[in-house]
């Protein structure tokens, strides 16, 4: 059974979405501030927190970047409509996902199931043979170890920095819209495209030399953005070591 934490300081909100969440199979924990969020998800070690942004005694902003230093822990976000500064700062900090107020109960449980589904992927392959990793210039993306690194060095992404980064190498040298990217990393029909451009962004200050002028991850205006592997890659130098 996979463990969600609720931190929110309605109580209405919290038993509502508990509720829900138990019925759909979770086993829950609640906490209603920011510090004993942080607590309980040292303690209980859940497969997602689902956090406010609007807490006392430590905003839900700082409770994220707590909770995620130890480690990628799924993190949707609730936020208030209209407040599109402070969504962004959250999916910047780290959050996979963000619902706003007031929300569907069980929209948030599909997200909360979607996210899920993608951070157990490496579970899901261990009985599976392993997937070719892949390559291209500096990067290097093993799919069944969940493990990225650059020049080498392991790269701290999140869930849906990894799955974007495992898109785009599979997909060199194809423009895709961020709508296609939704359904395709996300698994989403519909949603704020604002989410998978905070994104990008994060994942291009992770892979780029010089973030503000990208050469691997590209935009392509009026349609999205595409993967250019490196000149060096050549026509047989990238995809899976198996290519090579």
Not at 129 to 153: F, Q
Not at 184 to 203: A, I, P
Request: charged share 30%; hydrophobic share 40%; net charge negative.
């Amino acid at each position: 059974m996979k463990r969600v934490l609720v931190v929110d300081d309605d109580p209405t909100v919290s038993e509502v979405v508990a509720g829900y969440l138990h019925r759909a199979g979770f086993a829950v924990d609640v906490a209603a501030d920011g510090p004993t969020g942080v607590a309980t998800a040292a303690a209980r070690s859940p497969d997602l927190v689902v956090l406010d942004l609007m807490l006392p005694g430590m905003d839900g902003l700082e409770v994220c970047r707590r909770i995620r230093a130890h480690g990628p822990l799924p993190v949707i976000m609730l936020t208030a409509r209209g407040d599109e500064e402070d969504r962004i700062l959250g999916l910047e900090v780290g959050a996979d996902d963000y619902v706003t107020k007031p929300f569907s109960p069980r929209e948030l449980v599909l997200r909360v199931e979607s996210v899920l589904r993608r951070a157990g992927s490496l579970a899901a392959t261990r009985t599976e043979p392993a997937a070719p990793r892949l390559r291209s210039g500096p990067l290097a993306l093993d799919p069944t170890a969940r493990r990225a690194t650059r020049s080498g060095t392991e790269l701290a992404l999140t869930t849906r920095e990894f799955d974007l980064l495992e898109f785009f190498l599979r997909h060199p040298g194809r423009a895709t819209s961020r709508e296609e990217l939704m359904r395709q990393v996300w698994g989403w029909e519909f949603g704020d495209l604002s989410t998978v451009t905070v994104h990008v962004r994060r994942l291009r200050e992770k892979v780029e030399d010089d973030p503000a002028r990208p050469c691997l991850i590209n935009t392509v205006w009026g349609v999205g953005y595409r993967f250019d592997p490196p000149p060096s890659d050549g026509p047989h130098g990238r995809g899976a070591d198996g290519d090579r």
